[in-house]
């Protein structure tokens, strides 16, 4: 069965304080692997999207990266308003369309 | 920036009343799709809707719910007879592999 597991389950960080964010998937063959942010009562934000073993993606503070087992979503030199639940979904080769969601970390940065 | 809007925010309903979720996805889109998200737990995939027709579903979109393209514009979740454990978060978004999601509708049940 696919699977997505997060890691930890909440991450509180002072502002400036660089870390990482894990993603665990099992997966009978991966089409993608994206990583959202959601704020409270919202609805998910599109980060990246990370195709291949080996394949990195940056935005901002933000660097995500991709192993045959397991993304990491760095975050370097924090603000507040980085502050939010970070998502990671997986896209399985053999579904046309569907993603799977795992339960996210939540991160709070501290000023 | 195009968004997704979704309509209404909020929907109170009683337990066997049919709703209708609506949707207005980027207008250059041809993917849409449903989830949603019970309080404190993930989002869940409900349907996917390519080419005026159902791409998938899961397991979780049985009988009960329906999707639509009235128009060019609109999609709809319906949901046929309401239960209360349909109480959540109900996300559309448009796209492929870059996936935007609009602001949610809060369905409670009573």
């Known amino acids: 069965e696919d699977q997505v597991t997060q890691s930890p389950e909440a991450l509180r960080l002072q502002e400036g304080e660089s870390s990482s964010l894990n993603c665990s998937y099992t997966?009978?063959?991966?089409?993608?692997l994206f990583w959202y942010r959601q704020d409270p009562g919202k609805g998910p934000e599109f980060l990246f999207t990370?195709?291949?073993a080996g394949e990195e993606k940056e935005k901002e503070r933000l660097k995500a990266t991709l192993t045959k087992k397991e993304s990491f979503l760095h975050i370097t030199a924090p603000k507040p308003e980085d502050s939010a639940t970070y998502l990671c979904?997986?896209?399985?080769?053999?579904?046309?369309?569907?993603?799977?969601f795992g339960s996210g970390t939540r991160l709070s940065i501290r000023p | 920036e195009p968004e997704v809007t979704q309509t209404p925010s909020h929907q109170v309903t009683q337990m066997g009343q049919e709703v209708i979720l609506r949707c207005v996805p980027i207008?250059?889109?041809?993917?849409f799709y449903w989830y949603r998200q019970i309080l404190g737990q993930k989002v869940e995939f409900l349907v996917s809707?390519?080419?005026?027709?159902?791409?998938?579903k899961s397991e979780i979109f049985d009988d009960q719910f329906s999707v639509e393209r009235p128009d060019g514009s609109n999609f709809t979740l319906k949901i046929r007879s309401t239960k209360l454990e349909d109480s959540a978060m109900y996300f559309c978004?448009?796209?492929?592999?870059?996936?935007?999601f609009g602001p949610g509708t809060r369905l409670t049940v009573t």
């Open positions: 978004a448009s796209g492929y592999d870059e996936q935007y």
């Open positions: 997966v009978s063959g991966l089409r993608g």
């Open positions: 990370l195709y291949s």
């Open positions: 979904a997986v896209q399985a080769t053999s579904s046309a369309s569907k993603i799977i």
């Open positions: 207008s250059n889109h041809l993917y």
């Open positions: 809707f390519y080419n005026n027709e159902i791409s998938e």
